[in-house]
């Protein structure tokens, strides 16, 4: 009988993001200030027939279809690349494998949907490497390494909690939890933004920034003070490409948001209320307007095995 292996990874915001100038690697280097949030991509993994390759399947009735419709189910999924990446690191064949994908987080909406999807197959391959070749079980830290290589968002999707993110957004700096809990609601967009596109869009703008000291987050009292801190550089950016994104903030924070943001690279607003009631009253009404609206908790474990 086959083994049922279930992981899943947190969504993420960033609290704070600073891009600095195009570096000669062709990558903007950044410092993020990252929360996982309590909105989690969920994973099953099996053995698949001898011969049959990777087959991936992807659903989730919280998403709109177009979301769920966007995701490739082919070797371009970053699911895929992942089990390939793994089993070449640890020298062993590329296994059969049946994946299903439950997807929570928006599309290309700048959350780390595809990221959290990537940890979450990093987590469920590794349990499944040791179970099928008796190969040892890797640590976080290698597996963030993998990780790193498959996109930048990964590494802190496996850490999750709260982090700072420097480089391309793979190095990891964990930080002490936040003294209160969160409350978050995400509004997604029916389409997605390209997160070259919104660089290239920013570096048109020319608005790089002397990076900051984020090392102290941890000591941030209130949701209040929280949002005083919150600011992302490549959000001018997006407004740039989508001006609707802008309406939604000032809508947002018009209805009672501490702070509304464009989440990285858009074009998910992300809107932290200081009750999770206010929230979902304000999610509620979005629906009502046909928007896509989530809400979710601060902050999230990473990725992990769920059984």
């Known amino acids: 009988m086959n083994r049922i292996i279930r992981a899943s990874a947190p969504?993420?915001?960033?609290?704070?993001?600073?891009?600095?100038?195009?570096?000669?690697?062709?990558?903007?280097?950044?410092?993020?200030?990252?929360?996982?949030?309590?909105?989690?991509?969920?994973?099953?993994?099996?053995?698949?027939?001898?011969?049959?390759?990777?087959?991936?399947?992807?659903?989730?009735?919280?998403?709109?279809?177009?979301h769920i419709n966007a995701v490739p189910t082919d070797q371009s999924n970053l699911v895929h690349k992942t089990a390939v990446l793994f089993a070449q690191k640890l020298g062993k064949q590329i296994p059969d494998l049946q994946i299903d994908i439950r997807k929570r987080i928006p599309v290309a909406g700048g959350m780390a949907g595809g990221s959290a999807d990537a940890a979450a197959m990093l987590?469920?391959?590794?349990?499944?490497?040791?179970?099928e070749h008796g190969t040892p079980n890797l640590t976080i830290e290698e597996l963030a390494a993998i990780g790193a290589e498959l996109g930048s968002d990964v590494p802190f999707c496996l850490y999750g909690g709260m982090a700072i993110g420097t480089g391309r957004g793979e190095v990891i700096t964990a930080l002490s939890n936040l003294a209160f809990e969160t409350n978050w609601l995400l509004c997604a967009s029916s389409k997605g933004l390209s997160t070259p596109t919104v660089y290239a869009a920013f570096d048109e703008i020319g608005s790089h920034t002397v990076f900051t000291d984020l090392t102290d987050a941890s000591a941030i009292a209130s949701a209040h003070e929280l949002g005083q801190r919150m600011s992302n550089d490549l959000e001018q950016a997006a407004f740039r490409l989508m001006p609707t994104l802008s309406e939604?903030?000032?809508?947002?924070?018009?209805?009672?948001a501490i702070r509304a943001m464009v989440s990285g690279s858009g074009p998910t607003i992300a809107a932290l209320f200081d009750s999770e009631a206010k929230a979902v009253e304000v999610s509620n009404l979005l629906?009502?307007?046909?928007?896509?609206?989530?809400?979710a908790k601060g902050q999230a474990l990473g990725a992990r095995l769920d059984g």
């Open 287 to 295: 629906k009502s307007q046909g928007l896509v609206a989530l809400t």
């Open 123 to 131: 987590v469920a391959m590794n349990e499944f490497m040791h179970l």
């Open 248 to 256: 939604l903030v000032d809508q947002l924070e018009q209805l009672g």
């Open 11 to 66: 969504a993420k915001v960033n609290l704070v993001f600073e891009v600095g100038q195009l570096a000669a690697d062709g990558y903007h280097p950044v410092n993020s200030l990252f929360l996982a949030l309590e909105l989690r991509e969920e994973l099953t993994l099996v053995k698949g027939e001898a011969g049959t390759g990777i087959s991936i399947y992807v659903h989730g009735a919280e998403l709109p279809e177009a």
